[in-house]
Each structure stands twice: as structure tokens, then as C-alpha cells.
């Protein structure tokens, strides 16, 4: 069965720093482009970063310079490094795999998700 499953999430002050982990289980994990998107109470998901089978990337604005994103295709692994934390980005963190990059990055679409890990910034 395929299996996405995040970890790492958890409460830290403004300023401080995460890492999520994103670990698949019964896919073929490198030929998936994997993303992070987040959820915030009374919002719609958003993205926040991708990275693709050649290791390209690409990230929200306004993540960008904060967090990075990056994969182990040796451990079936993706992470989100988030640094320099603000309220903004309490949210519960998803991530997801995705054949095509272009339809996860421009209409959220994968074809497997995993069930999420909260983040919580306090200012």
C-alpha cells in the first residue's frame, strides 16, 4: 500500500527553527515530484515548496530564503527545513507525491498525500 508519512512538526517560539520529514513507503519514491503544502485554520491549502526528480526546486515567496526543501531517494525521503519561523506559518503541514510536477505545483494535484503534521509558531 502507499503510504506518505510526515513527522516532525510541533510548537517552536517566532524565530526558531523545524524540520518536517515526508516518508513514503510502496511507491517508486524517486520518480515522484514531492511537495510540502500547509493549511491554516479558516484558509485554503496553499503550496509552500517542491522539489522535483532532478532535485529542482521551487518555493512560495514567502518561504522563500526561510525554508528548504530537499529528498533522499536512498531512504524513500523528503524534509522541509523551515528556519526563522513567524506566527504566519502555523498551519498543518502536508506533504505529497506527484507523477506530473506541473499539476501538483499549479493545481495541488497528487496522486498520493499523507495525513499531515501541525506546526505551531507562538509569537
Aim: net charge negative; with cysteine.
Amino acid at each position: 500500500e502507499e503510504q506518505l508519512v510526515e513527522s516532525g512538526g510541533g510548537l517552536v517560539q517566532a524565530g526558531g527553527s523545524l524540520r518536517l520529514s515526508c516518508t513514503a513507503s510502496g511507491l517508486s519514491f524517486d520518480e515522484y515530484t514531492i511537495g510540502w503544502f500547509r493549511q491554516a485554520p479558516g484558509k485554503e491549502r496553499e503550496k509552500v515548496a517542491y522539489i522535483n526528480t532532478d532535485y529542482s526546486t521551487d518555493y512560495q515567496d514567502s518561504v522563500k530564503g526561510r525554508f528548504t526543501i530537499s529528498r533522499d531517494n536512498a531512504k524513500n525521503m523528503a524534509y522541509l527545513q523551515m528556519d526563522s519561523l513567524n506566527p504566519e506559518d502555523t498551519a498543518v503541514y502536508y506533504c505529497a507525491a506527484a507523477l506530473r510536477a506541473w499539476n501538483l505545483w499549479n493545481h495541488g494535484q497528487a496522486d498520493y498525500w499523507g495525513q499531515g503534521t501541525q506546526v505551531t509558531v507562538s509569537s
